[in-house]
């Protein structure tokens, strides 16, 4: 029996035996043991059975070691010390325990972090539960593929900060698209600021989820996002300078209309259009070259609509933007489907997180509360 006179004694002669396979079956054993038993253990008995496993493993092949890190990766009683020793070894050991053992402190998981490279990593990011710090550290060291087993982890706690890296990174990893924009938690700002590079079922997905914001959260949203306008914006904006010059007179002139940019899109006149299209649908320069230079021809359809084009407006400019990667009849009428079906209230809802730019353009950023992104996303119907 286990603890018992006999049974201790058995354990001493096996630690006695020089072979491989008497000090496996002792370190069976001894894990047994302490399996059988963890809560009737002092703590400096623990601590002796961390150091004498830790020892018996350490000898063995990584076989072995793997066996006892499965054994105790769910086991919450567990030696800390023993399990940072197993998490800190090979990643064919370390991995069940990083994945499940509910031993580590948030400390640890940072230290392995920055310790080890991306099998680890990839480990810490498939736990159950990984807090903020611990998810801060992953998206500061990570790569893309450890990033998007992060954002698909539900239980990951994930910064806005650190959500803000992510949707940067994903401008050019599409792995990182479909598990950022899905996220229950992702802020409604940043879920439009992935719409230019999301295929369209994403798109699609971006629409539906943030058409029935509440208003006055949305308000709070975009107030969070006013630091992330793109670097570049007066560059941009002094290339357009000299059209605008021509759109202040046409609008002075209340001449500045849907019928006006079509003349323009007809002349081949694209700054003058870009500049035009901007002051009509009241956005800044930089979200209208985007919108014009969409090759889907989706965000055309979402501004065109949010402004009451009419859809004879919206089918000519479609069909004019030599931009637009939009060339067979079949794109044509899809996007007129879109057109059509897409309420106006969810377009200018949409338009309302594209407009974030020109806001924060035009007023410095301050201090923003906190936004509870869940509670905005569990509004949308």
Same mark, same amino acid.
């Given at each position: 029996m286990a603890g018992s006179p006999q049974y201790l004694q058995e354990l001493i002669d096996l630690a006695k035996e020089p072979s491989s396979d008497k000090r496996r079956e002792l370190l069976r054993r001894v894990t047994d043991l302490f399996l059988d038993t963890p809560r009737s253990l002092s703590e400096q008995e623990e601590a002796d059975f961390s150091h004498v496993v830790g020892r018996l493993a350490y000898e063995m092949e990584i076989k072995v070691r793997k066996i006892l890190a499965e054994r105790l990766s769910t086991v919450a009683t567990a030696p800390r010390e023993l399990v940072n020793r197993l998490a800190n070894d090979e990643i064919e050991v370390a991995r069940p325990i990083l994945q499940n053992s509910p031993v580590f402190k948030d400390s640890d998981l940072v230290a392995i972090v920055r310790k080890h490279g991306e099998g680890h990593m990839a480990a810490i990011a498939q736990r159950k539960k990984v807090s903020a710090e611990v998810a801060d550290t992953l998206v500061e060291r990570g790569s893309d593929s450890v990033l998007a087993q992060l954002a698909a982890n539900a239980g990951a706690s994930l910064s806005r900060t650190a959500m803000e890296t992510m949707v940067d990174r994903a401008q050019k990893n599409d792995a990182l698209h479909e598990?950022?924009?899905t996220r229950r938690d992702m802020p409604p700002d940043l879920m439009n600021e992935m719409f230019w590079s999301v295929s369209a079922a994403l798109r699609q997905y971006i629409i539906e989820q943030t058409a029935n914001i509440d208003p006055g959260l949305v308000d709070e949203v975009l107030s969070q996002a006013r630091g992330r306008v793109l670097d570049g914006y007066d560059h941009e904006e002094r290339e357009l300078a000299q059209a605008a010059k021509y759109v202040d007179r046409e609008q002075q002139s209340g001449r500045l209309t849907e019928n006006l940019l079509v003349k323009l899109l007809r002349l081949g006149q694209v700054p003058e259009f870009i500049v035009g299209f901007a002051?009509?649908?009241?956005?800044?320069?930089?979200?209208?070259?985007?919108?014009?230079?969409?090759? !889907?021809?989706? %965000?055309?359809?979402?501004?065109?609509?949010?402004?009451?084009?009419?859809?004879?407006?919206?089918?000519?400019?479609?069909?004019?933007?030599e931009n637009s990667a939009v060339q067979s009849p079949s794109d044509v009428e899809r996007l007129l489907k879109l057109y059509d079906q897409l309420p106006h209230d969810a377009a200018q809802r949409t338009m309302r997180f594209w407009r974030v730019r020109q806001q924060a353009a035009r007023q410095p950023a301050g201090p923003v509360a906190p936004?509870? !992104?869940?509670? %905005?996303l569990a509004q949308v119907g």
């Open positions: 598990p950022l924009v002051r009509l649908a009241e956005i800044d320069n930089r979200t209208a070259r985007r919108i014009v230079f969409d090759p !889907s021809g989706e %965000a055309l359809a979402i501004a065109c609509k949010a402004n009451k084009f009419a859809r004879t407006s919206f089918s000519t400019l479609l069909m004019l933007n936004l509870n !992104s869940t509670t %905005a």
